[in-house]
């Protein structure tokens, strides 16, 4: 059973741990933060004792669901019980797990949202190549559909990460591990160009580490490259669907419908678990149906 502090005390001082010891990513924290804080809200707020029983945990899981949350959504909140509760137990605060043996809700897998070669074509060209902020635009856009990066990833890419001459990226992902992307001859161009003339008239004589500035000096950020996005996107006719994470996706089902194999494409994208991959799979079941149908005798 629980011992010492008050819950809302236990999820400080978890969040503490998980960016001091664990080093999780800001957007992990943020998550981590959001579910507990909503946790703590159910059993009354900041001093509330830690719910220790599997009825307890069990009530609050009911309660998400009775709140129109997904399984999927469900599933994440129930992630976050489970770190904060093996933690506990960690620090000696609690000797039985109450989210152990809980089942995680199965998710209906839904198949990634993507644009087709032609949608890819038509939003790559949309930024103006006479500008600045168009150069700068083009080259974003090129370099995410290019490597596959995490809208996060593509704002916090530093001039240092960057290696024309080899013509890769050095990408610092979820978790701070970094990993090696192979870029393309086009966002090679597009990049080269962007820092030949864009970058220097964007930041006037200022100096900044990050790869994408905007006219203020400063790094982009998360919200402007999504209006930046939207918009190029009306601008050719792309209106639904369009966000960074849809270009990641085309990325990734471009690659498997190539004939990349799913183990590179985890590399690329800097997944952890294969299991994360593998909703792409829907691309390498299309591409086995071509190949029989192509290939064998009685097809």
């Known amino acids: 059973m629980y011992r010492e502090d008050s819950l809302a005390s236990e999820i400080r001082h978890f969040l503490d741990f998980c960016r001091m010891e664990k080093g999780l990513a800001a957007n992990s924290l943020e998550s981590y933060g959001r579910d507990l804080d909503r946790f703590a809200c159910f059993w009354g707020g900041g001093d509330a004792p830690v719910p220790s029983t599997q009825e307890q945990i069990g009530v609050y899981l009911d309660s998400l669901y009775g709140g129109g949350c997904s399984a999927r959504t469900v599933a994440r909140h129930l992630t976050s019980l489970r770190n904060f509760y093996r933690h506990l137990q960690r620090e000696k605060q609690l000797t039985d797990n109450p989210v152990e043996l809980l089942r995680t809700p199965k998710a209906m897998q839904s198949i990634p949202k993507f644009l087709n070669g032609e949608q890819i074509e038509r939003l790559l060209a949309a930024p103006p190549a006479d500008g600045p902020t168009g150069m700068r635009d083009r080259a974003m856009l090129q370099l995410l559909y290019a490597c596959g990066l995490r809208v996060s990833e ?5 001039l240092r990460n960057v290696n024309l001459e080899m013509g890769y990226l050095r990408v610092s992902g979820k978790g701070s591990k970094e990993r090696l992307i192979p870029m393309s001859q086009t966002a ?9 003339a864009a970058r220097p008239a964007l930041l006037k004589g200022r100096a900044s580490r990050f790869l994408f500035v905007t006219a203020r000096g400063g790094a982009m950020t998360r919200q402007g490259f999504w209006k930046l996005l939207a918009q190029h996107g009306k601008s050719v006719g792309i209106f639904h669907h369009i966000s960074p994470h849809v270009l990641r996706h085309s990325f990734a089902t471009h690659l498997l419908e190539g004939g990349a194999d799913l183990r590179s494409v985890q590399a690329m994208l800097g997944h952890a678990d294969i299991g994360t991959t593998q909703i792409y799979t829907h691309v390498a079941r299309g591409r086995l149906r071509r190949v029989v149908d192509e290939h064998h005798p009685r097809a």
């Open 188 to 196: 090679i161009a597009a990049i080269t160009s962007y820092l030949e």
């Open 154 to 158: 593509l704002i916090t890419v530093e």
